[in-house]
């Protein structure tokens, strides 16, 4: 796969029209990429064993989208068969109370991974340059001295993000955002078979309709942070979502290069360590 065509360039201003959402090549159905998933996934395994016991590097996902592009199922997919004890999801909703007591990176700063580990946020703070952006009355209630809500305050936030992006990548976090792309056509199917289906009906609220009504909103608030905050170490990934197979497959494929490119291994023991490891088999071989 030509991966490098996902990747935002630092410095490109992203017009998402350009992005086909249904985008699959070099696939040209599920079929054919079904065997490169399930590959990806093992090798994702092993990665994470390394990852874990060198404890040196720590992993930080960022997945970000409208209502129903998948995030849920692509992080489950590409996910699956990782060690539980390495791996943390968090998924970011309303700020609580004692959240909006303090700066918007507070709650998130909290679920970083640690070294050894993966981090997954479910949405991030990048909400606020999304749906704070689409809804001013939310920054209306988050406490902001006055003087400080200026024209200014979105790009304010994206240099803040990059800052802070920078601080993380400058103490060993790798650091990958996904932004899945899906086209508003697709969104209404998939609206439309959460309605149908009583299974899936939990997953629709009357909200999702209130804000798929500002989607060209939503558009270009995706467009200003893609553009403002892709970095050479924080770079976000613009990833066709209108086929979830695909989506799955894009992003495995796109973890794994990045972590392959950190070369990781397995921590080489000292002479001391060697010398009580031959101890210790010495003990049990000769144990009756």
């Known amino acids: 796969m030509n991966l490098g065509r996902f990747r935002v360039r630092p410095g490109h201003k992203v017009k998402l029209r350009r992005y086909d959402p249904a985008d699959t090549r070099p696939f040209k159905n599920e079929e054919k990429a079904g065997d490169l998933l399930t590959r990806g996934i093992e090798r994702l395994v092993a990665l ?10 720590a992993v930080l996902l960022i997945f970000q989208a409208m209502d129903a592009a998948g995030k849920d199922s692509a992080i489950k997919h590409v996910m699956s068969g990782l060690n539980p004890q390495g791996t943390q999801v968090f998924s970011f909703k309303r700020p609580s109370d ?6 918007y990176l507070w709650r998130t700063v909290k679920a970083l991974p ?15 340059v999304l749906v704070v952006r689409v809804h001013p009355e939310i920054l209306a209630h988050q ?7 200026t024209r200014d305050i979105w ?22 955002k996904f ?37 060209d909103d939503y558009m270009k608030a995706y467009e200003e942070a893609l553009s403002r905050t892709s970095a050479p170490h924080a770079p976000w990934f613009i990833v066709p979502a209108d086929h979830k197979w695909f989506t799955r497959v894009t992003i495995a494929e796109l973890i ?3 972590i392959e490119a950190l070369q990781l291994e397995f921590p080489r023991p ?16 000769a144990e009756r």
């Open 48 to 57: 994470q064993e390394r990852l874990y016991a060198q404890d040196r590097w």
């Open 256 to 258: 794994i290069e990045a």
């Open 143 to 149: 406490k902001l001295p006055p003087p400080l809500v």
């Open 155 to 176: 790009n304010e936030r994206c240099e803040d993000i990059n800052a802070f992006e920078q601080y993380l990548a400058r103490n060993g976090t790798l650091i990958l």
């Open 98 to 103: 004692e959240e909006l007591d303090h700066d």
């Open 179 to 215: 932004f899945l792309h899906m086209s508003k056509k697709e969104q209404r199917r998939r609206f439309l078979k959460r309605l149908d289906h009583p299974s899936k009906n939990w997953k629709f609220s009357a909200a999702d309709l209130d804000e798929r009504s500002l989607w």
């Open 114 to 128: 640690e070294r050894g580990r993966i981090g997954i946020f479910n949405r991030s703070y990048y909400e606020e």
């Open 270 to 285: 000292s002479k001391a360590q060697l010398e009580e490891l031959a101890r210790a088999r010495k003990r049990l071989i």
